[in-house]
């Protein structure tokens, strides 16, 4: 089964500085797509970044871009110049591409705080 | 459009009680999924459909029920509600597996 994993539960940026959020995934599949997704203290489930395995350039949404590195198995969230609107709850999932691979699995999140 | 809409918002239940969260999108998304998520342990899926009749279990299916009569409404149901139940669940859909997924706001479930 697959699994991912975020080895950081907690980071913390200093506004207008740069961070980068960690997650590594385990999988067998040759082709899967890869997501993170943001959630504020609203609760809402916010898409920031769509990756598909086998594209090779690194996905870019204005201030966030990612570091797609598929032979490592690690997929990284940059966000640059980081704004107190970015503090919130990060989870980085995968999603295969084969049947049976339907379900969207999600790390345990990386908790930003962004201090002014 | 109104995308992903979730009902109720908050319930508090007794031990035993069943209910059913119901969940409707009006994007004709043939995807549809239902989660949990507990403090420190992100989102893991109960139950998941690919079309209107189609559905299979997630990672901790055990105690919920589903079903998909149509493309629209995915509702879940806890058939004997218990205190581990407690948990933010989140119903979400996408037209196809490489598309993202699209949350509801979630349901604050409490159980006494």
């Known amino acids: 089964a697959q699994t991912v994993t975020q080895s950081q539960p907690e980071m913390s940026v200093q506004e207008a500085e740069t961070v980068t959020l960690s997650c590594t995934y385990d999988?067998?599949?040759?082709?899967?797509?890869l997501f993170w997704y943001k959630q504020p203290p609203s609760r809402q489930m916010i898409l920031v970044i769509r990756?598909?395995?086998?594209?090779?350039q690194n996905a870019t949404e204005n201030r966030f871009s990612v570091n797609f590195q598929k032979a490592a198995k690690s997929f990284s969230l940059k966000i640059s110049d980081s704004q107190l609107g970015d503090a919130a709850m990060y989870f980085c999932?995968?999603?295969?591409?084969?049947?049976?691979?339907?379900?969207?699995?999600f790390g345990k999140g990386t908790k930003l705080t962004v201090n002014p | 459009n109104a995308g992903v809409t979730q009902t109720p918002k908050f319930q508090v239940l007794k031990t035993g009680q069943s209910m059913t969260l119901q969940c409707a999108q009006d994007m004709n998304h043939e995807y549809m999924s239902w989660y949990r998520q507990d403090p420190g342990m992100g989102l893991r899926l109960i139950h998941y459909?690919?079309?209107?009749?189609?559905?299979d279990q997630g990672e901790v299916p055990n105690g919920y029920n589903v079903s998909r009569s149509t493309t629209e409404d995915f509702p879940l149901r806890l058939l004997s509600a218990a205190p581990s139940q407690t948990s933010v669940y989140f119903c979400?859909?996408?037209?196809?597996?490489?598309?993202?997924?699209?949350f509801g706001d979630g349901t604050r479930l409490s159980i006494l």
């Open positions: 979400a859909s996408s037209p196809s597996r490489g598309q993202p997924q699209h």
């Open positions: 459909s690919v079309g209107a009749g189609i559905t």
């Open positions: 999988t067998s599949e040759s082709d899967y797509y």
């Open positions: 990756q598909e395995a086998y594209k090779q």
């Open positions: 999932a995968y999603r295969g591409s084969q049947g049976g691979s339907e379900k969207l699995v």
